[in-house]
Nanobody, 114 residues
Framework: QVQVVESGGGLAQPGGSLRLSCAVS??????????MDWVRQAPGKGREFVAR???????YYANSVKGRFTISRDNAKNTVYLQMNVLKPEDTAVYYC??????RGQGTQVTVSS
């Protein structure tokens, strides 16, 4: 059974950086084939797609984060990363990592505030 665990959230100042990690277990070598997404949910708002990484490592981004966030994967570690730079207060949200069959973790809180 595939499980997903997010980590790396916290408090950052506007203009700062954070790196989120998404560790996937129970997938074995199949991880390298998975399409993995980061999705966020801000207080009082619906879920918003942030970024996607496909099997060849190519990344796709929401317009709101393009140029500031970078998604990547390490297939040897069964882990996906989201490098977030030039953070803005509107990036404040719970960030979820989605794996196969919409499996996701508990999320990690990102708060951007001075």
């Amino acid at each position: 059974q595939v499980q997903v665990v997010e980590s790396g959230g916290g408090l950052a100042q506007p203009g700062g950086s954070l790196r989120l990690s998404c560790a996937v277990s129970g997938s074995g070598a199949k991880f390298s084939l998975y399409v993995m997404d980061w999705v966020r949910q801000a207080p009082g708002k619906g879920r918003e797609f942030v970024a996607r990484v496909i099997s060849d490592g190519s990344g796709y981004y929401a317009n709101s984060v393009k140029g500031r966030f970078t998604i990547s994967r390490d297939n040897a570690k069964n882990t996906v990363y989201l490098q977030m730079n030039v953070l803005k207060p509107e990036d404040t949200a719970v960030y979820y990592c989605y794996g196969p069959n919409s499996t996701r973790g508990q999320g990690t809180q990102v708060t951007v505030s001075s």
